[in-house]
């Protein structure tokens, strides 16, 4: 089958791109606005091998995308804030076993029920400081649908890459407007396969000893091999220890395979960000209406560019300081109060320089409140 063409909602779009990368088991709990990634998989998963399962809540559902992962799966389960909320516990057991899975959390206003139709990004932080403990983790967005789809297969390429659960950020407003997507042909893009240990059964296997170059083999649970997983601090066999020695090195290993690789972990797009007077950082469908500003403005001959991110946890810090490095004005469009201007001003040399745009009333933020906000930036010159 060569390249298809259709016009999707955003939530289809993410089921395109987890079919395309190999999806194989899904378990979920309807939630607005996710539950069409629930309710088209439970069709389409089956009729492409794939197992689907409806849990009772997304505490079971999180943990049964974990135990299908940890039989060789490429699993993944989809929610928003309050389920992802559910999920925080299991997602802390999933990093410290190293367990490679998919989460799609289609954010909508917060917090608690908040606004269950409308559109936030209010869970950019949640996804990176949500379990506790120190842990890395990925999370990624987009703001179109052709992006969805990549961003999806991204999303499971490194999950089996580096045997880590993998966010994925989009909000409601992405996942219920629809547009065009092209689905590559099948080998068109590049897919990681789970890295499969080369011991043979009886002899010791060691679930937890990286290789020279920081991959985990893996070997299906209840397959040739027995092996102890566990959400506690656990030697080379899996096995609990409170040696400081082995819990150092493993908390180093589960930072540093993630921190480490920030440049091969970032996607991103920019518009004009070489020459811009005033850079527009944004992300998510937020990043529409700031490509839409910078589009028209630079036709009026203003200097405006967009660094539109899509890797938002590991933070390419080093891409924002470069980018941002010349422009007189950094401004951040976001909905939420500011979560990645934090980000945004810890990583660039003149702080102060730095502002935010954003609109937290679950409407999306428009060109206009951006042009305003900007012109009054501008006029105070800070």
């Known amino acids: 089958m060569g390249r298809q063409v259709k016009f999707v909602q955003g939530n289809e779009a993410c089921v395109e791109g987890a079919l395309y ?49 940890l039989t060789g799966r490429k699993s993944m389960t989809a929610t928003s804030g309050p389920g992802f909320s559910l999920m925080q516990e299991a997602l802390g057991f999933a990093a410290m076993a190293e367990i490679p899975c998919v989460i799609v959390d289609m954010q909508r206003g917060g917090p608690s029920t908040g606004l269950p139709t409308k559109l936030s990004q209010g869970d950019v932080n949640q996804a ?17 649908h052709q992006d969805i789809f990549s961003v999806t297969v991204d999303a499971f390429n490194f999950a089996e890459m580096y045997r880590t659960p993998v966010i994925l950020l989009f909000d409601e407003v992405l996942a219920h407007m629809r547009e065009r997507l ?10 990681v396969e789970r890295l499969k240990t080369g011991v043979p059964e009886g002899v010791d296997y060691h679930p937890y000893l990286p290789r020279e170059d920081g991959r985990l083999p893996m070997s299906d649970f209840g397959g040739v091999h027995r092996y102890n997983v566990t959400g506690l601090f656990h030697d080379m066999w899996g096995f609990p220890t409170e040696d400081p020695k082995i819990v150092y090195g493993l908390m180093r290993h589960l930072v540093d395979k993630i921190e480490h690789h920030v ?21 998510g469908s937020a990043a529409r209406s700031a490509l839409h500003v910078v589009m028209n403005r630079r036709q009026r001959g203003e200097r405006l560019g ?37 980000s945004v001003k810890a990583a660039v040399e003149r702080p102060d320089r730095v502002s935010l745009a954003n609109q937290v009333d679950g409407t999306l933020i428009t060109p206009t409140s951006i042009l305003n906000i900007l012109r009054i930036i501008q006029g105070r010159g800070v």
């Open 21 to 69: 990368a190999g999806l194989g088991f899904f378990a979920g709990y309807p939630i607005t606005p996710s539950t069409e990634i629930a309710e088209l998989l439970s069709a389409r998963l089956p009729q492409n091998k794939g197992i689907f399962m409806q849990m009772e809540d997304e505490i079971a559902s999180i943990c049964a995308i974990i135990g299908a992962s």
């Open 182 to 191: 092209e689905i590559p042909s099948p080998g068109e893009l590049p897919l």
């Open 263 to 283: 440049d091969d972990l970032t996607r991103y797009r920019e518009y004009f960000a070489e020459d811009a007077e005033t850079l527009l950082i944004s992300y």
């Open 128 to 144: 990176r400081w949500g379990t506790h403990g120190d842990h890395a983790i990925v999370a990624m967005t987009a703001s179109n």
């Open 306 to 342: 967009l660094l539109e991110l899509q890797t938002l946890w590991p933070f390419p810090a080093a891409l924002v300081r470069q980018k941002a490095e010349k422009a007189r004005y950094v401004v951040v469009v976001e909905m939420n109060m500011g979560q990645v201007l934090q």
